[in-house]
């Protein structure tokens, strides 16, 4: 990591040097309680420099590209605000991402379900929640599961007037799980009405496209469908060769 990554390092060194056991520096100091190991209540003296190093490990772990040390730098975050007791915007997106880039299922979930709490605590309704939803719902079991979780995550970003690529694939994967064909086709018809703002080619951009086409009743929307679809696939096929 060069660049900014390198300043944020040296930052970090400085700010976490530790001289004694105790930290060398000075800030304001804040006094928090939280559970020891045993349970019990015990008080905290937190230092404007402990809050500097929270926020400097979350932006370390946005920028590393492994995932390993991605989890190393949220989990240190994590360890900082837990030991306050302090729950933010930044505590719901570390658990979301430490869910996201989890290897094991359950464990994805129960960060997810983490991340969400925090929010419910905050009372947020922003793009990130929706993402959480959305993510939630991608690794979820059952048909009711995803598409209650789809349809929050898309309830938030109606509210936010936010149109991405998740709002297209939710319309795609609700297309899905629906049963009705006329709710299939209504679903996917969406999707492509999100798919066509974004400047964007896709493998699943190409597969919604192909959905709509197969469920189309008109023979002119299905050739434009089907063409566009395979004009994606080839290009994502050049692209990847």
Do not use: W
């Not at 947020?124 to 599961?145: C, H």
């Not at 995803?146 to 991405?164: F, H, P, W």
């Amino acid at each position: 990591m060069t660049g900014y990554g390198n300043e944020l390092r040296e930052l970090l060194e400085c700010m976490l040097r530790v001289e004694g056991g105790e930290r060398v520096g000075v800030g304001e100091v804040l006094g928090s309680r939280y559970l020891g190991e045993n349970g019990k209540e015990e008080r905290s003296e937190i230092s404007v420099d402990d809050l500097d190093a929270a926020v400097t490990y979350y932006n370390l772990g946005t920028m590393a590209t492994k995932k390993e040390e991605k989890r190393k730098y949220y989990m240190k975050a994590l360890v900082i605000y837990n030991r306050i007791g302090l729950d933010n915007i930044i505590t719901a997106t570390l658990y979301n991402n430490l869910g996201f880039i989890a290897e094991v299922k359950e464990e994805k979930y129960n960060y997810y379900k983490k991340a969400l709490e925090v929010y419910g605590k905050l009372g947020v309704e922003d793009e990130n929640l929706a993402a959480t939803y959305y993510n939630l719902g991608f690794i979820q079991s059952t048909k009711d599961q995803k598409r209650d979780s789809y349809t929050k995550a898309l309830d938030v970003y109606k509210k936010q007037g936010v149109e991405n690529v998740n709002v297209a694939n939710i319309y795609y994967k609700l297309a899905s799980i629906v049963t009705g064909e006329s709710e299939q086709y209504e679903h996917s018809k969406k999707s492509i009405e999100v798919y066509k703002k974004l400047p964007i080619e896709s493998v699943n951009k190409a597969k919604a496209f192909k959905r709509l086409g197969v469920l189309s009743k008109m023979k002119e929307e299905q050739e434009e469908c089907f063409s566009k679809a395979l004009g994606m696939y080839e290009s994502c096929l050049l692209y990847t060769s």
